[in-house]
């Protein structure tokens, strides 16, 4: 069954006309017009109708004329409050807020990931699925979204993430020349680890030490990690480094963190992504070809390239397919991360612990027309194969 619930496609004209009624969307004090109204016209309004909030700044392109958006829930990269957060993430775990308090390990025998789990391993009612994450920038470090993964293993799940917390956080200054970056933190001298890493293997090389680990007597996850569920989930860059790495057999669901999943139509058929020189098992890869359960979570159409571009791979999957779209539109790229936003983090949990443990609460969000997701004001709903 296909479901929609306030959704809508958009094109470069209607972002244009979005980034006028926004930048009209604080009313002056007194003037008796309405958010988003212009002076003796009515705003249009109706399902499909989005204004951005007061106080968002948009950008066009001059050349292009592309539009973005950056709401006030998003960080600014840099901005002494996020290096001042990322300092003390840096230094102190976040236990999270579900049944089993997390903690996070940073040890030699997996030295390019940061692994989130529950800290009391014998409160766990059965195993721990998997989760692979990839960071947004395909960041070399996990640190923006520490409270999310955190929060994501107290729900009971060994989750394992790319790269080290002691390195800094790459800033890429959009527009200047050749994409000149910047870092959040010290490098120490000596020190070469990239602060990149988009490598599909990489992200698997935790997965084969879960393997490992789960089989090792005297291992603290001997027999308690379910390798039969895993879930590959990758916000921004790293939902390609997700993407990637879901073609591997093992993998059970792939999800898409204001980020996509490519398709032959959105691709001109011209391959799922580039080959590199050599043999590589990723090129020629599309979301046509998945085999897996599908989720694909946006921040809305501040979520300007994520948002547009899942709604074309989307269409592309099969009808019997289980797969949502869900569109959060207060929390645009990156707004969901620093707290992390519990209605997001929610959301992401509702498809892990349906697909993952078969929980029928989970599946509940997302099935039928009064599902939890399609009768919540702050989401938008596409579904398709889910009965």
Known sequence: MNHTCRATIWTPMLLL??????????????????????????APTGPNTWFAPPGTSIGINRATGAVSFALPTQPIDGSREQIARFDNWRKHPYAGTGPYPSTREENQEL???TLYYPADLTRIPGKLPVILFGNGGCRNTSVEFTRFLGELASDGYFVAAIGRSDIPFMIVDIGAPLGESRVVGERQPGDTRPLTNS??????????????ENGRRGSRFFGKIDLTKVAVLGQSC??????????????TTA???????????ST???GGLSAVPGSDPYADWYVEDMKTPIAYFTGGPADSFAYMSTEISFREISDDRPAVKVDMPQVGHTGAYPMPDVRWTNAVLAWLNWILKNDQNGKAMFAGEKCGLCTDPDFWLKTKGIK
């Not at 490598?199 to 490992?212: E, F, H």
């Open 199 to 212: 490598s599909p293997a990489d992200m698997l090389k935790a997965l084969d030490y879960a393997v490992a």
């Open 268 to 270: 001109g058929g011209r």
């Open 238 to 251: 790293g939902g390609t480094q997700a993407f990637r790495a879901a073609r591997d057999s093992r993998v």
């Open 111 to 113: 030295p390019t990931h």
């Open 17 to 42: 006309g979005l980034a006028a009624g926004a930048s009209l969307a604080q009313a002056p004090p007194g003037s008796g017009q309405a958010p988003g109204q212009r002076q003796g016209q009515a």
């Open 255 to 265: 999800v898409a963190l204001n980020s996509n999943f490519p398709s032959r139509k």
